[in-house]
């Protein structure tokens, strides 16, 4: 399973950025609706932190600090899942990674995530 992130940048605080992931192998083949899809994220010196997921009939789950700012949708037939990020600010600051994980309902724990991509980075500052 290959997993390829693209979209990261700079932004000044309020502004917005959308991250793309496309996937292959098992996540895109005949069993692609057993893999729920999500979005992480790492700042220097914390831990990864989950961010968004959604699973093949795009049941979405958020943390709190990115709810009614991001939103995480996800093109099937393409295999392909986009994290649209409005509102950005300087805490959004990371290295954002996508994964993609065996199971059905959504999850922001890492350790149910087998696939991760190399990240890409979102830095927001003025």
């Known amino acids: 399973v290959q997993v390829v992130e693209s979209g990261g940048g700079s932004v000044q605080p309020g502004g917005s950025l959308r991250l793309s992931c496309v996937t292959s192998?098992?996540?895109?083949?005949?069993?692609?609706?057993?893999?729920?899809m999500a979005w992480f994220r790492q700042a220097p010196g914390k831990e990864r932190e989950g961010v968004a997921s959604i699973n093949y009939d795009r049941d979405t789950l958020y943390t709190d600090s990115v709810k009614g700012r991001f939103t995480i949708s996800r093109d099937n037939a393409k295999n392909t899942v986009t994290l649209q990020m409005n509102s950005l600010k300087p805490e959004d600051t990371a290295m954002y990674y996508c994964?993609?994980?065996?199971?059905?309902?959504?999850?922001?724990?890492?350790?149910?995530?087998?696939?991760w991509g190399q990240g890409t980075q979102v830095t927001v500052s003025s």
């Open positions: 192998g098992a996540t895109s083949g005949a069993t692609k609706s057993r893999y729920y």
């Open positions: 994964a993609a994980g065996r199971g059905w309902v959504p999850t922001l724990s890492p350790s149910f995530y087998n696939y």
